[in-house]
């Protein structure tokens, strides 16, 4: 349903008629519809076994994104779900970059017209949103802010790393 784009200057005019008759088909915006309504599975659980502090922090970086922003998984690419390693200690162990590009595709996709994201205006308000969605009992982070422009900072928790 979502494939390429087809230049019809290649196609024959028998096949362009036919695609024209099949895409305004019932059937066809039904099934546009349906697609559209489909999201990807949640992001991965955080794994106790894995020591990846990296991976850790993405997890929960992740699972409060799709919490805050279900639709976030259809509009980003995985790798902004990603964390990162602060490159200044002073400002945390890890950040998460995803509220920035988030905000510019939730806006473009009019997501941010519904009534339950009505308060977010900015980048900053998307990563108070996600930071909202991370559970106070998470395992992981702490000390959770917004810098700049929408960065979340954090830092990992002693408890974690004394596990390892």
């Not at 019932?26 to 990846?52: E, G, H, I, K, N």
């Not at 690419?77 to 002073?90: G, T």
Request: include cysteine; aromatic fraction near 8%.
């Amino acid at each position: 349903l979502h494939g390429p784009t087809i230049d019809d200057r290649f196609l024959s005019p028998a096949l362009r008629s036919y695609l024209q008759l099949a895409q305004t088909s019932p059937a066809y915006r039904r099934a546009r519809s349906l697609a559209a309504r489909l999201s990807p599975p949640p992001p991965p659980p955080l794994d106790p076994t894995d020591p990846s502090l990296l991976h850790a922090t993405s997890s929960v970086f992740a699972t409060a994104i799709h919490a805050a922003f279900p639709a976030a998984l259809s509009l980003l690419d995985a790798k902004l779900f990603e964390s990162f390693k602060c490159k200044d200690i002073k400002h945390g162990d890890y950040q998460c970059n995803a509220a920035m590009p988030l905000f510019q595709k939730l806006k473009a996709s009019g997501a941010l017209n519904r009534p339950k994201y009505s308060d977010v205006k900015t980048p900053q308000d998307v990563a108070k949103k996600i930071i909202e969605a991370i559970p106070e009992d998470n395992p992981v982070v702490e000390g959770l802010t917004v810098n700049g422009p929408g960065f979340i900072m954090s830092r990992v928790k002693k408890e974690f790393l004394e596990t390892w």
